[in-house]
């Protein structure tokens, strides 16, 4: 039983004893890696998009077909993208991509989300804005994310990262490009 494990189950025996009705244990995380990760990676995920959808993105940033600095000048003020933007969609696209699909040596490559999925996690919701201070904006364009425990699961959730799948709502696998 590793360290993250045993603290987790502690944690969630605490709060079991404190709050007896609660059933639902996540977490509100940081993504510290994926600004660096997106600036290194802008080129190979606007590949990814269809024709239709890159022609939508460049029209919301003000151009024919966007560059990947187009896209990363229009991500500079995450926070004020409308809600239906597709540059907003973008950004989340990439940081599912990013925390459910980029791996290093069969792990996650975000060190928030190895510690999370190592001790059953998964992945279950991008918030915009979560974190909009100056750390936030500078590590991950303010978002944060749901890791959710579900006791139940957490075995079946190590196996799957451990055959390199992982584990991810489909609220987050829909975001996938």
């Not at 990947?68 to 991500?75: K, Q, R, Y």
């Not at 979560?130 to 139940?152: A, E, I, R």
Request: net charge positive; charged share 25%.
């Amino acid at each position: 039983m590793s360290f993250g494990d045993s603290l987790i189950k502690r944690v969630v025996e605490t709060l079991k004893e404190e709050f007896p009705k609660l059933k639902t244990f996540a977490t509100l995380s940081p993504i510290p890696g994926f600004r660096s990760w997106l600036g290194k990676n802008e080129v190979a995920m606007l590949e990814k998009l269809g024709d239709k959808k890159r022609l939508a993105l460049g029209h919301a940033i003000g151009v024919e077909l966007p560059s990947a600095g187009d896209f990363l000048a229009a991500v500079e003020g995450a926070l004020a993208l409308p809600e239906k933007s597709p540059v907003r969609l973008m950004l989340l696209q990439c940081a599912a991509h990013y925390l459910g699909q980029v791996q290093q040596e069969g792990k996650p490559v975000d060190p928030v989300a190895r510690f999370h999925l190592g001790n059953g996690a998964r992945i279950e919701r991008l918030n915009w804005a979560g974190d909009p201070s100056p750390k936030g904006l500078k590590q991950s364009y303010g978002l944060m994310v749901n890791y959710l425990y579900d006791l139940t699961r957490l075995d079946k959730h190590r196996a799957l990262l451990a055959r390199g799948k992982m584990p991810a709502s489909v609220n987050i696998e829909n975001l996938y490009i």
